[in-house]
């Protein structure tokens, strides 16, 4: 099964990446991992009318979305929200999203992203994809550094938390990826 983790910020000096790497090394274990760095696709952030093309960028992506079988988004929290880059890239693409189960990791202050998080459902809901319970929210992340600068550290729990949420993924993966084959999903 194939897994897409989004880096969902696009901020210099952004986090995102080492939440990423590290989810992806957990991912591994259950998934084939393709890791998406919206800071290296370089969206649009204009979208056009609905009957236009689509831009070289944009439609580079679209089948990298389009085989996975599963999302991890990793977003940061700002101002209560995600970030306008992730916000980009799900308005781009609609199909690839539909009836594929969906991971959120969030990172923020002391409420880990979960004001993020919330939208992100919202949002994944009328993409017609399908948010997982279980997610992994890590408050004052810049806390759980070690001393020699590795992150996280083993008491932090994370693990835990990831594999329980990946668990579910593999599972809502395995049967709407069934699913989709026995019956194609109609919009």
Request: proline fraction near 7%; glycine fraction near 4%; charged fraction near 20%.
């Amino acid at each position: 099964m194939r897994l897409a983790v989004i880096i969902g910020s696009t901020r210099r000096g952004r986090f995102g990446p080492t939440v990423a790497g590290w989810l992806a090394h957990q991912a591994a274990k259950q998934f084939e991992v393709d890791l998406l760095d919206l800071a290296t696709v370089d969206l649009p952030t204009t979208l056009p009318d609905t009957d236009d093309e689509p831009p070289p960028q944009v439609a580079v992506l679209a089948p990298r979305l389009a085989a996975a079988d599963a999302f991890a988004v990793v977003t940061p929290e700002i101002n209560c929200s995600f970030p306008a880059s992730l916000k980009t890239a799900l308005d781009w693409y609609y199909e690839e999203w539909h009836a594929k189960p969906v991971a959120i990791v969030s990172y923020g202050r002391e409420s880990g992203g979960c004001y993020a998080t919330a939208q992100l459902r919202q949002v994944f809901t009328e993409l017609q994809a399908v948010t997982i319970r279980n997610t992994v929210a890590l408050p004052c992340y810049w806390e759980q550094f070690t001393a020699d600068g590795c992150w996280p550290k083993p008491s932090a729990g994370y693990e835990a938390q990831a594999k329980l949420m990946l668990d579910q993924l593999v599972w809502w993966a395995e049967a709407l990826r069934d699913a989709r084959a026995t019956r194609p999903y109609k919009h």
